[in-house]
């Protein structure tokens, strides 16, 4: 079985400009999150989505939306990019979103903003 | 809020021999605790975790760790290295809703030196 897929793996972008990432999950997993991980830092949570609706918000300014589609799979949209948010930007599926069922990450998309 | 503290950045180990990475976490809420390991050019993979029950933890690759609830500690240890354990290590904590959305510490690169 496929895993979790994320698509483009690398991207570079400039300031000022906006971005949309995407995201597949597993197959019959509903829960998608999505974290960012800043060079030399552990990864930051930036939203959960389960069954297409909103379930936690990280510390991130409203630049960042994200939204999840009827076959669960998800897209990340940063608008006005800074070059802070040079990271790599993870992607998180699981089958009912809490801790009982497992956590299975995809390997990143890695945005650069020149 | 949780936290969570990675007291080394860096451990240098030759193979063959014990090694153990520091996590401490502060929660005010149930506590849920992961260690993943990141690869280069790859996302985070699971390799063990406490929800409850037994403080000790294994994996299946010789790793294990242990919830010292006294000392807000969940360090992992392995008693003999393989250069394959060459990696990127991360301490998280759940949000305490058990809801996935976790918090990261630093990350503490593992070297194993032939």
């Known amino acids: 079985d496929a895993g979790v897929t994320q698509s483009p793996t690398h991207l570079i972008k400039t300031r000022g400009q906006h971005v949309t990432l995407r995201c597949s999950p597993i197959?019959?997993?509903?829960?998608v999150s999505w974290y960012q991980q800043v060079l030399g830092q552990g990864p930051q949570f930036i939203f959960q989505?389960?069954?297409?609706?909103?379930?936690g918000r990280g510390n991130f300014p409203d630049r960042f939306s994200a939204r999840q589609f009827p076959n669960y799979s998800s897209e990340l949209n940063v608008n006005a990019l800074l070059l802070g948010d040079s990271a790599l930007y993870l992607c998180?599926?699981?089958?009912?979103?809490?801790?009982?069922?497992?956590?299975?990450f995809g390997n990143g998309t890695r945005l650069t903003v020149t | 809020a949780q936290s969570v503290t990675q007291l080394d950045s860096q451990v240098p180990v030759f193979e063959e021999a014990p090694v153990e990475l520091r996590c401490n976490y502060s929660?005010?809420?149930?506590?849920?605790l992961f260690w993943y390991v990141q690869y280069p050019n790859q996302g985070l993979q699971l390799l063990l975790k406490?929800?409850?029950?037994?403080?000790l933890v294994e994996s299946i690759n010789g790793f294990e760790a242990e919830f010292n609830k006294s000392q807000t500690s969940f360090h992992l240890r392995k008693p003999s290295v393989h250069i394959s354990d060459t990696a990127e290590y991360f301490c998280?904590?759940?949000?305490?809703?058990?809801?996935?959305?976790?918090?990261f510490g630093k990350g503490t690169k593992l070297s194993v030196i032939p």
């Open positions: 197959s019959g997993h509903k829960s």
């Open positions: 406490y929800l409850s029950g037994s403080t």
């Open positions: 998180a599926s699981s089958l009912e979103g809490h801790i009982n069922s497992p956590l299975h």
């Open positions: 998280a904590v759940d949000s305490g809703a058990g809801s996935y959305q976790l918090t």
């Open positions: 989505y389960y069954e297409k609706e909103e379930r």
């Open positions: 929660s005010s809420v149930s506590v849920y």
